[in-house]
């Protein structure tokens, strides 16, 4: 079973039993953080799931390729830790480009006299 998995069934839970003391207590940010947690824990089980189906799947040339993945998303979270500002920067960037691209042509109307 891949350690994702098991880490993200286990932060769901955790997010869970957080948001569950919110609402007794009346606190909303632990509320609202238990929510959170329970989506990461999600996406992190999701995760480790295509992992788990990809290494199947793949065998040998599916396990090296994921390795590789993990190891970029290491070396690019590493890069976000030392230069925050870059970061978002570059994304906005990139979101506004995507924004672009993605943007339907203007519709042009020509009306007679």
Sequence with gaps: MDDNKLEGTARDFGGKAQEMAGKLTGDSKMKADGKMDQAAGTAQKAFGQIKEAVRDVGGDYGSQLLDQ?????????????????????????????????????????????
């Design 69 to 113: 993945i993990e190891d970029a998303g290491d070396a690019l979270a590493d890069q976000i830790d030392q230069r925050p500002i870059t970061a978002v920067l570059i994304a906005a960037g990139i979101g506004f480009l995507l924004a672009l691209a993605t943007k339907p042509a203007p519709r042009v109307v020509y009306r007679r006299r």
